[in-house]
């Protein structure tokens, strides 16, 4: 699902603490986009199912992807800092370059995003986001 880069390829739209880059255009699977923030108890309180769906549904699986996005605008280094301070297992999408999604922002939190290989975005699900939540969710 992601293509390795190089030096005459344009600029990822995404690229994470996993040293993974995204490309939208070059997309072939379902992307889960998880916006969280530090300060955000019901974002700190999904982490465990985040974490269970990467390691049950992603990890094996090469037409889905999880990324978390930290809603607050932190370094590269504090995006690092923050998955190890929280015990996040999945790729956090790094703040530089900046990552370019194809959906607005959202104006609250916890918000999860699901975009399918033809482009089309699902979302975003608001609220604490369950193992079984996000299996129905990428089912659709």
């Not at 955000?40 to 996005?69: K, M, S, T, W």
């Not at 790094?94 to 959906?103: E, G, I, T, V």
Request: glycine content about 4%; overall charge negative; proline content about 9%.
């Amino acid at each position: 699902m992601f293509s390795v880069l190089t030096a005459c390829s344009p600029q990822p739209d995404v690229s994470t603490t996993s040293d993974e880059s995204l490309s939208w255009q070059q997309q072939d699977g379902t992307v889960v986009v998880n916006y969280f923030a530090e300060w955000c108890a019901p974002c700190l309180r999904e982490l465990p199912e985040l974490n269970e769906f990467y390691h049950e549904d992603v990890v094996n699986n090469d037409e889905l992807q999880l990324i978390g996005v930290s809603f607050d605008p932190l370094t590269n280094e504090q995006v690092h800092q923050l998955a190890e301070r929280h015990g996040i297992e999945y790729p956090l999408a790094l703040s530089k370059p900046a990552p370019a999604f194809p959906f607005e922002r959202p104006k609250m939190l916890p918000a999860t995003y699901i975009i399918k290989a033809d482009g089309s975005v699902e979302g975003p699900l608001m609220g604490e986001q369950s193992l079984s939540s996000l299996r129905a969710a990428v089912a659709d």
